[in-house]
Every structure is written in structure tokens, then in C-alpha cells.
């Protein structure tokens, strides 16, 4: 077998099954089987959802994430009918109602794990579009047609790309398969591990990933095309020699879920590692200032755009932006300046720590900056020269192609690709050792929860999925490419303005 | 530049195990005595710290536990689940929600902002201050870097009145007489709480608290002796007994209730003593604003308006929130053009860091908390004491000195709260946050301007 350097690599973007790293998985309900088993594995066999599987002809403690509940138990060619000595009972997970908060529900958690697990959407059981957070994407439905108006458009041909390059410059045009690629999470802030699978993810589906503001490990470097390295306030690790690398530079001025304040990693997990990258000392605290003491003006920002425009004559220049109240002018300000692509970072983004009153109180979500900006855009004609991303809350499928409906050329996530990597959201992100499952940590044991090829196939999964369900939509509106979508409100309903939108999810019966 | 202002915190422990958002529940029976639980699992050590406790009568295990779901996942036999504590969710009521509750402790035990990883995960908006977001300065509006005291921001507010103009004769001397004013160094005045057993010890707790970072504790006249000689800590406020003016002389400032013979009173009271600063109570409701603005007109310094415990109208079924009656008050007072001249206090509902900024931007000088003082001795809004049931966590026993220390932790905690979001809006003033709603973005106007365009009318709200 030849030496397979996966390091290096781009894998491909193909699906292949990834379990869960834990003893057990996390569903809705919860298969017992009592001590009455007598391994007939008569379960293995009825079950089509691989429940039960069974090693050296004994049963194994049963895979009940993938289960599809109480009632397909009891169905007639079922596991709890077909057991000859009743020893499965099967009920709801206790422990399903502790996980989750109002925005990334349990529902969501456990339906994102069941994509990047199989590739595939979770059958009827889940709710895997909206969160439970009464605003924004999760009051907003999409009119459906009855029917697909177009029946010569393939689904496999629907166009899911989008280009990040719109100015005539002779600079680098780079088109994106998907309407989105990874938002900044600095080395440092999470894993190696994590940072690499996320690239190498993005870079499978021929995407990109941003380095977040803790420098440029060398383990990207096989990656650059697939990079985008960012320059925010601390300026940690950014060296011309990073800045060259790149085809994309993104300059971080505010974070949505901190916007107006620097960055925070806490002392715990600046490790050797770390603090070489960023240029700092190990085990002490980074703060990094607000806002850039170089920019005080709409004059200043373009000489900071220029500065990197000079030292990278290719490279696309990206400004990260949160939403104030003048988020259009800001938006327009940076046109002006040279950017090619303006980032907008919802107040309802994520973090790897911010104090819990900027989280939720400072700067508005995303739902509403989003066709301020654009609609200000088209007034000044220049909607077509810029593309226009979103972030700050981006937690599904369908909240991509509501953000983009809403005016966004494309989005970026974040903690989606997390979740994808079995993240609870147990909001500890920055405490003493880091994240207990072995994402967002630079702790040396927790670091080896996670193996890379795992973690990679898990966010390559997850991507696949949200490609068919963008797909799906577009061909349900008789579109044949995601660029049609843009700012089409039109075929988009809020439910606090008109009730009788039915939720018309074609996996499962009307409601 | 005014000495940096700074609120010393020190951790101060519970005195009762915190009741945590869930539980563990793990079944002993079946248990293979593996400890994977213990031993690979737990990264908080959770297993190892877990005692008996004999105030809760029960395991400690769920102070310590932080939600990872680690054991959860990881038990060879399934044997542990997580549960949402059904004891913590019934905490409080919907202003101080179980979520608060746990934060204020939390605060009033580290004197630490809260931060965490991940984005928010609350609702996307809600009724009351949860309706506004407050705004932050990019790029061409400079931030201002308070947290870490690399600039400085003032939190300082007056209490008192002010002349709409300086008088001078024909040689340019001042003609103004000095009005007397009370400074505080954050906005923020304790009032007596709602309910609770205020005993001497938490009275003692309350006045040492405020005297110590420089504010004051609105305290009722015929309550005074639980708060010990604080002149520089306390405020009376005369309910109706009889009253000591030698006494009263001793303090700088005064609270008297609204009556229509308001004016009289604070007559009186300044015959005795010119350079007290007397402020007026009164209700919080939309009926009381023509009130305000007579008081305003006729000369009153210092309005402290109070909304209801859940921040509401008093005694009306649909009464708007303190964030509404405010922005009446304050653009009724600056119609008149007198609004400088008054100081607004804001009381009532105001449960955490973010209320006290957002009451001012809608138009309070300064806010009033009474609750929260009782939350940092760990109160648990129960309001088992209301009904003269026992308090859980033996209210009246707190001992003075340690209660203190955790009010001045939660407000050390709230102090570098108000820096942030004031850094993040550029502000550098507390001064300049009354009324600056043109820095707030309102849930109503932010769904019109958006939603509203492309949808029509909103149903339901």
C-alpha cells in the first residue's frame, strides 16, 4: 500500500460512514435490552436502521442515536415485536432533554451529529432546519411551490456556486462550489485536529477556511489555496510571508458575538505551541485591543486594504464586519475602500469566549443586517460588484439559503462544522483545560480525543448534506443556481406575519 | 484625569450549594465499578469532588458538572443520563430567571463577568429590555478599550439638579448659587428590597456594601436601625413616622414619597438643611408622567420613578415596561426643553448588568436594584418570606461582613459589564448614556424596517 501522507492531502469529497468517537452515540430515544438477550440477533436482522449490530456473534450495546423511535419499535416487522424473549424496550432519551438551548435545539444538535455520521438526512423524526429561538431564520419559511415549477431541470446540475471575486480587478477569481466556507477559529482557541479538519473539509469541497486571528501554523501550508488568513486587531502571527500565501486576506474589525470588544484567549490555553504562532508568551492571557488603532476612518481603512493589497498583488481583500446601526454605511465604506468580499457577523455568532452581555445584547442579529445592507447596496449600484457573506448564526441548510434569500451571496460557518465534530454546546469552550471533547482545546490528552481523517469525514458528511437540501430547494422554486436566490424575499414568509405558511417539509406528512 | 475607579473583588464562597441548571442521575445498581466514569471520563474531576452534603441533604455532584455529557456517552453500561434540574427551573419568576439567578451567584461569588465559549443560546428576543440591542462603533467611530484599562471610563453620574444656564452680573461674577449634588462613582443606588428577611446582619451587609463602593442604600426611616450609623452609606427615605431633623441633618441626601404637598415637604427639609439633596418617589407609570413634569418645572433635583418587581407599570394589568415609560418621560422633559435640569432614576425589574445600561439609554440618569442585593446573599426568589414561610438559604443569618463582599462582587462584576458595552459603543461617559437612543436598536423598529418592508403588518407580537 503506498504511503498516504493525510496531512498533506486533500481527501475526497465522497461520503463515508463516521461513528461516533464515544461509546454512544446521542439520539432522541433510548434502546434498552435487558439481560434476558439470548443473542439470537433476530433485532439485526429487522432492523433497517443498524440499531443493533452484533460482533463475534454477541450483540452489542445497541447504536440508538440512529433509532427512529417508540412507534417504528412497535411496528409489527420491528425490533420490539420480532424479540422472542421481549428483552427490548425502547423509550425517550432521559438525557436528550438536558442538551440543546433555544437556538441550537436538541433536535438540531442530534440531527447535524446524524448527517456527519451517515452522510445523509435524518429520516422523520428530527427537526433539522430551524431552532426554537421565536426570531430571525427560525420565523422564517419558505413558499414553496405545490409543485416544482421546472421538470427539465436535474437536481444533480442545479448550480451551487458563487464567486468571491465580482470587482474587474485583475486580482484572483476564485468561484466556490458551495455558498459558503469556515469562519475564522484561530489555532489556539481550538485544536490542531479541529483547525485541520475544517480545512481539509473545505478544501475537499473545494472551499475555504479562515485561520481566525491566532496566526498561521505551518501544518496549513499544504492547504494555502484553501486558506484565508486573517488580520485582526492582536495582529498575532501575521507576517508578510503569511500574507503572501493566501489568495484570501480577511481583515477581522469586529466579531458578532463580541462586536466593539478585542479577542479573549485565556491563559489556559496558550500553550508553547500556541504562543510561538501568535508571537506571545505561553500561559498568559491574550486580549487583543479594539478597535485597530490604525484605522479611525474610512481613509485609514483603505490604507490598510492597500497595505495588504500591496504586499499580496493577487489576493482578495475580505472585511469582516458586525452590525451596528450604520452597518450599510460601513458596508458601502468598505466597497469604497477596495474589499472584494464584505462579511457580516451577526450578534448571534460564535465565539471561543466572550462575556455573556456582549453575547447577547451588543449589535443585531443577523436576519436584519442582511437586506439593510444589500438593499443599500443595490440604492448605490454597486450590489454587483461585491460579494456580500453572512454569518453570525448560520446553523443549517436552510438558514444558508434564508440568509441568501434575504440578500447574502454566501455564508460562513462556524459552529456548525463543530457540532458536526460532536460539540454539545456546553459553552466551556475557554475554561481551564479547554473543551472536555476535544475540539475547542490545545490541552495535549483532550487533543487526542479526535483523530484527524475522523474529523474531517465528519465536516465533509455535513457539507454533502447541506449541498443536496440547497439543491433541494432550488429545485423546488424551479431555480437552476443559487445566484438566482439572492435577495429573492419574495419566496420567503415570516410566520409573525402571516400565520398560514405550512411547514411543508417533504420528508414528512403535512402537518 | 479622576482616579481610576476600581471595585475590589474577592472571592467569596456560597454558603449553600448553588442549585445547578441539570443533574446527573446514575443508577448504582448494575454499576460495574469500572470508574470510566471517574477515571477517563470526567475532565472536571466531577466524580472525584462529589460529598454529601448535609444542607442540601444530598450529592454535590451537580454544582461541579458542566455539561460535557462525557459520562453520559461514556459509561460501558448506560447507566448515566443528564436530566434538566426540575428544582432549578422553578427558580424565580420570569424577570429573574433561573438563568439570571445561577449568573447573579455566580457573579456574587467571583466578582467575575461571565464568559463562556460558543455563541448565545437564549431566544431571539423577548418582552421588556430584551426587546433592544445597544449598538457599537465601527471603524469610523473609534471604541474605547475601557475592560482592560488601556482608556478610561467613567462611570460617574450626579444626583441632583442642574441650572439650564450660568447667570453672571455686569463684572462677570458668578451669580448661580452652588446647588448641592451627590456624586456617585457608578449609577447605580441600592433600594430596599421588595421582600426578604432583612435582619441587622443583611441590613449591615446592604449599607456596608454600598458605603464601600461609593454609593448609597435607599433605606425607609422606620427601618433604619437595621442598618446600623452609615450616614455616608444611606439614604432615608421618610415613611410617615416620625422623624429626628437633627438627625436627618446628618445625611446628604433625603427620599421623600410623592404627595401634592411634595413641594412643602422638600421645603422644610431644605430650611434645615440647604445643602441636602432630597429626591421624590413615585410609581413608574405613564399617568404619573405630567407629575414629573410639574416636579421638573417647580424645581424638584432628583425623580426616582419605580416600576414594578418584573419591571412593569405598578397595579396595571397592561402597563408598558420601564424601557417605555422612560423614553416618554425623558422626551416629555425635553419637549419642555428642562430635561438637564432633573435627575431621572430608573427602579424596579432591573435584574442585570444589561438593564442598568439600557434604562439609561432610554432616559434614566441612573438606575435603582433591590432584588439582585438579595440574589448576591443567595436568595432564590422563592418568596417563601412573603408568606413568612422558612428561607432556604437562612437569609437572616448571613454573616455582614461576607455578605458585603458579595454585593461588591456582583457590582465589581456589573461595573466591568457597563465598561464593555460602553467601550463597544465608544462611550467613555456614563454622563452620556441618558437618553442616547439614537445608540439603542429596538426589536419594533429593526422588525419594521426589515420584516415590515417585505411582509406587511406584523400579527402577532
Not at chain 2, 88 to 108: H, R
Not at chain 2, 390 to 398: A, N
Amino acid at each position: 500500500m503506498a504511503y498516504k501522507n493525510i496531512w498533506s492531502e486533500v481527501p475526497p469529497a465522497a461520503v463515508a460512514n463516521a461513528v461516533s468517537r464515544f461509546k454512544r452515540g446521542m439520539g432522541k430515544y433510548a434502546v434498552v435490552i435487558s439481560d434476558a438477550c439470548n443473542d439470537c440477533l433476530k433485532c439485526v436482522a429487522v432492523c433497517p436502521e443498524g440499531v443493533f449490530r452484533a460482533r463475534g456473534g454477541k450483540l452489542v450495546p445497541p447504536f440508538d442515536h440512529l433509532c427512529l423511535g417508540v412507534q417504528c419499535s412497535r411496528k409489527s416487522d420491528r425490533c420490539v415485536r420480532n424479540c422472542p424473549v421481549h428483552a427490548i424496550s425502547v423509550g425517550l432519551n432521559p438525557s436528550a432533554e438536558a442538551l440543546g438551548d433555544k437556538r441550537w435545539t436538541a433536535d438540531l444538535l442530534m440531527s447535524t451529529w446524524y448527517m456527519s455520521e451517515t452522510g445523509k438526512l435524518p429520516k422523520h423524526d428530527l427537526e433539522y432546519r430551524v431552532g426554537a429561538s421565536g426570531g430571525g431564520f427560525d420565523k422564517l419559511r419558505f413558499l414553496f411551490p405545490k409543485r416544482p415549477p421546472r421538470s427539465d431541470l436535474d437536481p444533480d446540475q442545479i448550480d451551487t456556486s458563487i464567486s468571491l471575486n465580482r470587482r474587474a480587478d485583475r486580482r484572483v477569481k476564485i468561484d466556490i462550489p458551495l455558498p459558503l466556507y469556515g469562519g475564522g477559529m484561530s489555532f489556539g482557541s481550538i485544536s490542531q485536529i479541529t483547525m485541520l479538519s475544517r480545512v481539509r473539509a473545505f478544501a475537499a469541497w473545494g472551499s475555504l477556511t479562515c485561520t481566525g486571528e491566532g496566526g498561521y501554523p505551518e501544518s496549513l501550508y499544504p492547504f494555502d489555496d484553501h486558506v484565508i488568513t486573517q488580520v485582526a486587531t492582536g495582529l498575532f502571527g501575521v507576517k508578510e510571508e503569511t500574507v503572501q500565501r493566501v489568495k484570501v486576506v480577511e481583515f477581522k474589525y469586529a466579531q458578532g458575538a463580541k462586536p466593539g470588544l478585542g479577542g479573549h484567549l485565556l491563559g489556559d490555553k496558550v500553550t508553547p505551541a500556541v504562543a510561538r504562532i501568535r508571537e506571545t508568551v505561553a500561559g498568559s492571557s491574550l486580549f487583543s485591543p479594539f478597535p485597530f488603532h490604525s484605522v479611525y476612518s474610512v481613509e485609514d481603512h483603505r490604507k490598510h486594504i492597500d497595505w495588504i493589497k500591496t504586499i499580496n498583488p493577487m489576493a482578495l481583500v475580505s472585511v469582516k464586519v458586525s452590525t451596528p446601526t450604520d452597518v450599510d454605511m460601513v458596508a458601502v465604506g468598505s466597497y469604497h475602500a477596495g474589499a472584494h468580499i464584505i462579511h457580516l457577523d451577526g450578534s448571534y455568532g460564535g465565539t471561543g469566549a466572550a462575556p455573556d452581555v456582549a453575547k447577547k445584547n451588543i449589535a443585531m442579529p443577523i436576519e436584519y443586517a442582511i437586506p439593510k445592507v444589500h438593499a443599500f447596496l443595490l440604492e448605490e449600484g454597486i450590489r454587483n460588484e461585491v460579494t456580500l457573506i453572512a454569518s453570525g448564526g448560520i446553523r443549517t441548510a436552510y438558514d444558508v439559503a434564508k440568509a441568501i434569500a434575504l440578500g447574502a451571496d454566501g455564508v460562513v460557518t462556524g459552529t456548525s462544522e463543530l457540532v458536526a465534530l460532536e460539540c454539545v454546546r456546553c459553552h466551556n469552550c475557554e475554561r481551564g483545560r479547554g473543551c472536555a471533547r476535544g475540539i475547542a482545546t490545545t490541552d495535549q490528552e483532550l487533543v487526542g480525543l479526535m483523530d484527524l481523517e475522523w474529523g474531517t469525514q465528519r465536516i465533509i458528511n455535513m457539507l454533502h448534506c447541506w449541498r443536496d437540501q440547497l439543491r433541494e430547494i432550488l429545485y423546488r422554486f424551479g431555480l437552476d443556481s443559487i445566484r438566482r436566490l439572492v435577495g429573492r424575499t419574495d419566496l420567503l414568509a415570516h410566520l409573525d406575519y402571516n400565520a398560514n405558511v405550512p411547514d411543508d417539509d417533504i420528508r414528512r406528512p403535512p402537518e | 484625569m479622576p482616579r481610576k475607579y476600581h471595585i475590589e473583588a474577592h472571592e467569596t464562597p456560597h454558603r449553600f450549594p448553588a442549585i445547578g441548571r441539570s443533574g446527573i442521575i446514575d443508577w448504582g445498581e448494575g454499576c460495574l465499578k469500572c470508574a470510566q466514569c471517574v477515571k477517563y471520563e470526567c475532565v472536571y474531576g466531577v466524580y472525584g469532588k462529589r460529598t454529601f452534603s448535609a444542607d442540601i441533604f444530598g450529592d454535590t455532584i451537580d454544582e461541579y458538572c458542566k455539561d460535557c455529557f462525557r459520562c453520559v456517552q461514556g459509561c460501558p453500561k448506560r447507566l448515566i443520563h443528564k436530566t434538566i434540574n426540575p428544582e432549578w427551573e422553578q427558580l424565580g419568576d420570569d424577570i429573574y430567571t433561573p438563568t439570571v439567578i445561577s449568573a447573579t451567584w455566580e457573579q456574587a461569588k467571583t466578582g467575575k463577568i461571565p464568559v463562556s465559549g460558543s455563541g448565545y443560546g437564549g431566544m431571539f428576543s423577548g418582552p421588556g429590555f430584551d426587546s433592544m440591542w445597544t449598538d457599537m462603533s465601527e471603524i469610523v467611530r473609534p471604541t474605547r478599550d475601557g475592560i482592560h484599562g488601556r482608556e478610561y471610563i467613567s462611570t460617574v453620574v450626579d444626583l441632583g439638579r442642574r441650572p439650564a444656564r450660568l447667570r453672571f452680573d455686569t463684572h462677570g461674577k458668578l451669580l448661580n448659587e452652588t446647588i448641592p449634588f451627590v456624586r456617585l462613582p457608578l449609577p447605580i443606588l441600592f433600594d430596599m428590597p421588595p421582600f426578604g428577611r432583612i435582619s441587622p446582619a443583611v441590613g449591615r451587609a446592604m449599607a456596608v456594601a454600598a458605603s464601600k463602593i461609593g454609593t448609597r442604600m435607599l433605606v425607609p426611616y422606620s427601618k433604619m436601625n437595621l442598618f446600623g450609623d452609615y450616614p455616608s452609606g444611606v439614604v432615608p427615605v421618610l415613611d410617615g413616622s416620625d422623624v429626628d431633623g437633627q438627625w436627618l441633618s446628618l445625611f446628604d441626601m433625603v427620599q421623600v414619597p410623592y404627595s401634592d404637598d411634595v413641594m412643602d415637604v422638600i421645603g422644610s427639609l431644605k430650611q434645615r438643611k440647604p445643602d441636602q439633596v432630597i429626591a421624590v418617589r413615585l410609581p413608574a407609570a405613564r399617568a404619573e408622567i405630567p407629575l414629573i413634569l410639574d416636579l421638573a418645572r417647580n424645581g424638584a433635583e432628583v425623580i426616582h420613578c419605580l416600576a414594578d418587581q418584573r419591571g412593569f407599570e405598578p397595579d396595571a394589568p397592561d402597563g408598558v415596561h420601564l424601557k417605555d415609560f422612560l423614553r416618554e418621560a425623558h422626551a416629555k422633559l425635553m419637549e419642555l426643553g428642562i430635561r438637564d435640569e432633573v435627575t431621572l432614576v430608573a427602579g424596579g425589574g432591573i435584574a442585570m448588568a444589561e438593564h442598568v445600561i439600557k434604562a439609561m439609554l432610554c432616559g434614566a440618569n441612573l438606575v435603582s436594584i433591590d432584588i439582585p442585593l438579595l440574589i448576591a446573599l443567595e436568595c432564590r426568589v422563592c418568596r417563601n418570606c412573603v408568606e413568612n414561610g422558612p428561607c432556604p438559604v437562612r437569609m437572616s443569618e448571613v454573616e455582614p461582613g461576607r455578605g458585603a463582599q458579595r454585593i461588591v462582587n456582583l457590582m465589581a462584576a456589573w461595573h466591568n459589564q457597563l465598561l464593555e458595552i460602553m467601550g463597544a459603543m465608544g462611550i467613555r461617559e456614563a454622563r452620556r448614556l441618558r437618553g442616547e437612543q439614537g445608540r439603542v436598536m429596538f426589536f419594533e423598529n429593526l422588525e419594521a424596517e426589515t420584516f415590515g418592508r417585505l411582509f406587511g403588518n406584523r400579527k402577532s407580537w
